[in-house]
């Protein structure tokens, strides 16, 4: 059974940095493209980034591009977000989330949506 657990949501000041990681566990991870989404109170879930589990190719939607790094790590069986320059607008909800349909080339068609999800990290920057 596909299980992914999102952790590392934090409050964090304006121009701070956050690591969320999504612990997953249930599938062959190699066989997956892993994506993290947000979804700010009041607006349309965006994608943020997307990896290639097998490959470790990486495509970033527009969202927070140039201030966020996915990445993995199988010895954790893990795929990592790293944010930096954080701003309010920055606040929400982080998902990962995957099938074994998923592209990671939907990371910028908000109208393609994996199946599996995570419960969701609460990010919240705020002074």
């Known amino acids: 059974q596909v299980q992914l657990v999102e952790s590392g949501g934090d409050l964090v000041q304006p121009g701070g940095s956050l690591r969320l990681s999504c612990a997953a566990s249930?599938?062959?991870?190699?066989?997956?493209?892993i994506a993290w989404f947000r979804q700010a109170p009041g607006k349309e879930r965006e994608g943020v980034a997307c990896i290639n589990y097998h490959d470790g190719n990486v495509y970033y939607a527009d969202s927070m591009k140039g201030r966020v790094t996915i990445s993995r790590d199988r010895d954790k069986a893990t795929v990592n977000l790293q944010m930096s320059r954080l701003e309010a607008e920055d606040t929400a909800v982080y998902y990962c989330?995957?099938?074994?349909?998923?592209?990671?080339?939907?990371?910028?068609?908000?109208?393609?949506?994996?199946?599996?999800w995570g419960q969701g990290t609460q990010v919240t920057v705020s002074s």
């Open positions: 249930g599938f062959i991870l190699d066989l997956y493209s």
């Open positions: 989330a995957t099938d074994r349909a998923y592209t990671c080339l939907a990371i910028t068609m908000p109208t393609i949506s994996p199946h599996y």
